[in-house]
């Protein structure tokens, strides 16, 4: 259980950022969200909404990032994981994790973000892919939200089972070899080239 000030402080935290990273249209809805939830609910909501780890006031990215709390993640790179969002507001909503805990994701993170989004595209052909970025607890992540109708990041999120998330997450995870047809690299000299590129881009996969 954290403290009524401990809690305080979150709250204002949370404020704060909405304030300074929210589209100006999507404040206000943010914030009744907020102060909506009523005081002895507001540390079950940061739970379940995945902003805290119950007892524990550690950045949960970078708990994640340690491999300290469990998730659905399908990719790697030098400086950033690729994980599924716990509650997705649709199929493949993932979050790029900077490995590095600061209030601005560093440029190899968004280089990290367009190929995944890529892969989240051509898994699940979403009509697209918006890119948008949250810091919460100062560490900047980035949200990678796959549109089939007209999902925003305020829509309803969804409670995902994990047997769920690991099917996503097995999707996402052997899309190389599913995606590439052997044709089309044959009547395709062009695109064979993009593909290697990217290869080198791609970052080495879990086991
Ligand atoms: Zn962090």
Not at 55 to 68: A, L, N, R
Not at 89 to 104: A, L, Q, R, T, Y
Request: proline share 6%.
């Amino acid at each position: 259980m954290l403290s009524d000030d401990e809690l305080t402080e979150i709250k204002k935290k949370l404020i704060d950022q909405i304030n300074s990273n929210f589209p100006e249209d999507k404040k206000t809805e943010a914030l009744e969200k907020i102060n909506s939830v009523p005081e002895d609910k507001f540390e079950e909501f940061l739970i379940q909404n995945n902003l805290i780890q119950e007892g524990d006031q550690k950045c949960i990215f970078c708990s994640i990032v340690e491999g300290k709390m469990p998730t659905n993640k399908f990719a790697e790179s030098e400086h950033s994981i690729a994980t599924l969002d716990i509650n997705p507001i649709s199929k493949g909503h993932s979050i790029i994790i900077p490995k590095v805990h600061s209030k601005e994701a560093p440029k190899e993170a968004f280089e990290f973000a367009e190929i995944i989004k890529e892969r989240i595209q051509k898994t699940f052909s979403p009509k697209k892919v918006d890119i948008s970025t949250a810091t919460i607890f100062d560490h900047e992540i980035i949200n990678l939200l796959p549109i089939y109708e007209n999902e925003t990041m305020n829509s309803e999120k969804q409670k995902a089972t994990q047997e769920e998330l690991q099917k996503t997450q097995k999707e996402l995870i052997s899309f190389k070899e599913e995606e590439i047809p052997k044709k089309e690299i044959i009547e395709e000299p062009k695109e064979e080239k993009i593909i290697s590129d990217k290869t080198h881009w791609l970052p080495k996969r879990i086991p």
